[in-house]
């Protein structure tokens, strides 16, 4: 009997999701309603901290007749036109901290309801449902958070506010409100942005340059973006080519003098990566100096400020890091629910690389400190492990070590496993087919398991998936001669919790005549493995992993 009603009740089922979808009058299959396209004009007024604007939107997808728009509360909402449409209408329906939970079930990611604190809620009724909008609105208001130190500041995170225009510089993103957004809409549009500044003050946006006027600029993003953001101040623009890039430095007054050094390192750096992963993907990349801490990258430049830009050890490491970005994270883009993977492999690419350049024993310290780090902030530390899938950005030195270290090596062991020319061959391939493309790691083994001709499916479940690391321990070292040779033999066992990991363990023995003979057991599993080396000459030394080229769990010192 049971088996019977179970199949009675998939049929109903069955029935109820076809009614359901009919039901929609025909547009079950559109998407939901998603902004495609924002064309911005703003004006800055630093001095009262005001902004003056007009955002024209075009919606696509599956519209209802009420669409509900997240402003900054402090502007008021001048005017709405919507274009052919008669009998629309804007009301203001929330604000502060009591729109949190209204967010979330409109489908916004709402962390503390302090963080929607400065923002506002709109109903946009429509006449009826319809599958494409195009409106206007105008707005104006005071647009001031000031700047706070955040918690966690040791790492050199950006301070916090949720924008502002202030007489030293303006700051606005994507979560400040400075321009309507549709609540619930992660989908990425295309952002045009006109600024008017003040005399003396210059604007910079993502993308290219499209208008220049006396003291207005257009800048079109090129490529669809997930929001953009705004920034202005009393810079001081230099510029100079690298190939058909055009890199700039937007420094305030008293920074002038560290343009040419940034100028430069920034020109290497943009050719280097087109060199390696394929051409950087806008007509121009700038460093901009930030009044108060940051350190962002944004697509087609980097926000860095005042003090960072003057430390003398930015220039070889900070600096490259972000233009990298453009090719991680802000060329291809991140699945942030599958696990962010582009501070791992911008890491590997800027950082690290950087250290390779310096010679074998500078990346061996660095892969050393990265194990290190997670041994003392996780390990022993009082920092929770986490899967790198349940990584999405840094918030303590614990999840740096995740996110950042730990995905580094996956990166490495990877380059290790598949070899130089492959490695290069595979990110290339990555940036030339995901380019602006939502991106998860299962793209990114997938892009690796073609080139490599071997399925890496185990290798992001054993990386990806699970938290923690593999423990080795060297046990029951034995030299055996036979003839002119020895054979050395010893067991790896791996003594953490849970499975065993599947491993490229590199190994050394050097021999009292003063060779070295190095090999890597490939594909090492089980609790238990017993390895043997046939070594020319008398064994002095054994060494596993003596490069830290395994990422595990490193035992106290
Ligand atoms: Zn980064």
Known sequence: ?????????????????????????????????????????????????????????????????????????????????????????????GEGAAIADRLKRLGETVEK???????????????????????????????????????????????????????????????????????????????TTTVEVPPEWAAIAEGNIIERGERTVTFDSAHPLDGTYLVAGPYVVTSRQAGDVEVSTYFYHGSESLAPRYLAATAGYVTRYSDLFGPYAF???????????????????????????????????????????NWWGNGVLVDYKSGNWCEGLTVYCADYLYKTDKGPEAARSYRMNTLRGYADYVVRGDENDMALRDFTERTTPGTRTIGYGKAMMVFHMLHKRVGDEKFWEGLRTLYGQRKFTVTAWSDIFGIFSRIAGESFGWYERQWIDRAGAPQLVLQHPEVTRRGEEN???????????????????????????????????????????????????TPDRLEVDPGFDVFRVLAPE
Not at 283 to 311: A, C, D, H, K
């Open 283 to 325: 007509e121009r990349f700038s460093v901009v100096e930030n009044w108060f801490p940051t350190g962002y990258g944004m697509p087609s430049y980097t926000l860095l400020g005042s003090q960072v830009i003057r430390l003398p050890f930015i220039i070889g490491t900070s600096l490259g890091h972000e233009v990298c970005h």
């Open 1 to 93: 009997m049971g088996r019977s009603s179970n199949g009675a009740t998939a049929v109903l089922l069955g029935l109820f999701l076809v009614l359901a979808s009919s039901g929609c009058s025909g547009r079950g299959a559109a998407p939901p309603a998603h902004v495609d396209r924002v064309q911005l004009s703003l004006s800055l007024e630093p001095e009262t901290h005001i902004l003056d604007g007009a955002a024209k939107l075009e919606v696509a997808g599956s519209i209802p007749d009420t669409l509900y728009l997240v402003l900054h509360r402090d502007l008021k909402v001048r005017a709405l036109a919507v274009t052919d449409v008669q009998g629309a209408n804007l009301q203001r329906v």
């Open 487 to 537: 054979i050395v033999e010893f067991d790896l066992s791996q003594v953490q919790e849970g499975d065993p990991y599947r491993l490229d363990i590199p190994v050394r023995v050097t021999t009292v005549e003063g060779d070295t003979i190095e090999r890597t057991l490939r594909d090492v599993r089980g609790r238990m493995y017993h390895a043997r080396i046939q070594v020319p000459g």
């Open 113 to 191: 309801d302090s963080d929607v604190e400065h923002l506002a809620l709109y109903a946009l009724s429509l006449p009826a449902p319809r599958d494409s909008l195009e409106f206007e609105l105008s707005y104006r208001g005071v647009v001031y958070d000031s700047v706070r130190i955040p918690s966690f500041s040791r790492m050199q995170i950006a301070d916090e506010t949720s924008g502002l225009i202030d007489s030293r510089g303006a700051f606005l993103t994507p979560w400040t409100g400075y321009y309507p957004r549709l609540a619930g809409d992660a989908s990425l549009a295309r952002f």
